[in-house]
């Protein structure tokens, strides 16, 4: 159980053009989903969380105008990098858990981002 | 702070043992994880522990915690080469919803 999809799992995107990424919890609902950039050869970072139904809370020094998260669903958020920089250039992780539960953090399988 | 450390690098040979290391910062974390990610890929829960545990065994995987010296460990038994990947340790913080994940350490496992 507790199955968090990410869609896609690869994408290349020319300069200046947006891109969309989706996290879906298959088996379970999820009021807050987490989002994470990872670096070559570094740690996950949080960016951002996102919660059902309201805005989502932004790190210190991440662009909300830039990354914007949208939270519509109780098994779905996504993740829109906005004219997007090659310096956006990363691997974009999600996460959640149960709703309700204290469990640990499930992740999805990643989204590498290519900008051109 | 909330710095997580651990080491960069750990190479082995294949039926020894791993032992890999974390030192966190954050006294009030409740659980705290382990994570594996192979190459192009997500990262995979492994295990975890809560904080008032101080070991807690899962098939070829120890992990203990000394909560005096914030000191967390990973022990990987039998260390096979599909082991090689990096592993990351992680901490909850702000109220358990954060992670603040270590710098990860990379582990070889040499035939």
């Known amino acids: 159980g507790a199955v968090v999809s990410q869609h896609p799992s690869r994408v290349i995107c020319k300069s200046g053009t947006s891109v969309k990424i989706e996290c879906r919890s298959l088996?379970?609902?999820?009021?807050?989903m987490f989002w994470y950039r990872q670096f070559p050869k570094q740690s996950l970072m949080l960016m951002a969380t996102?919660?059902?139904?309201?805005?989502?809370?932004?790190e210190q020094g991440v662009e909300k105008d830039k990354f914007l998260i949208n939270h519509a669903s109780l098994t779905l958020s996504t993740l829109t990098v906005t004219s997007a920089h090659p310096e956006d250039s990363s691997f974009y992780i999600c996460?959640?858990?149960?709703?309700?539960?204290?469990?640990?953090?499930?992740f999805g399988n990643g989204t590498r981002l290519t900008v051109t | 702070g909330e710095d997580v450390e651990q080491s960069l690098f750990l190479s082995v040979r294949e039926g020894d043992s791993s032992v890999i290391n974390c030192t966190y910062t954050?006294?009030?974390?409740?659980?705290l994880y382990w994570y594996k990610q192979e190459p192009g890929a997500g990262l995979q829960l492994l295990t975890y522990?809560?904080?008032?545990?101080d070991m807690k065994q899962d098939q070829r995987l120890t992990v203990l915690l000394n909560k005096k010296d914030k000191h967390l460990s990973l022990r990987i038994a039998d260390t096979q080469t599909g082991d090689s990947a990096i592993y990351f340790c992680?901490?909850?913080?702000?109220?358990?919803?954060?992670?603040?994940f270590g710098t990860g350490t990379q582990l070889k496992v040499e035939l």
């Open positions: 088996d379970f609902q999820a009021t807050t």
């Open positions: 996460s959640a858990r149960p709703e309700g539960s204290n469990s640990p953090l499930h």
């Open positions: 954050d006294s009030s974390s409740t659980y």
């Open positions: 996102s919660n059902e139904g309201s805005k989502a809370t932004y």
């Open positions: 992680a901490e909850t913080t702000g109220g358990g919803n954060k992670l603040t």
């Open positions: 522990i809560f904080s008032n545990m």
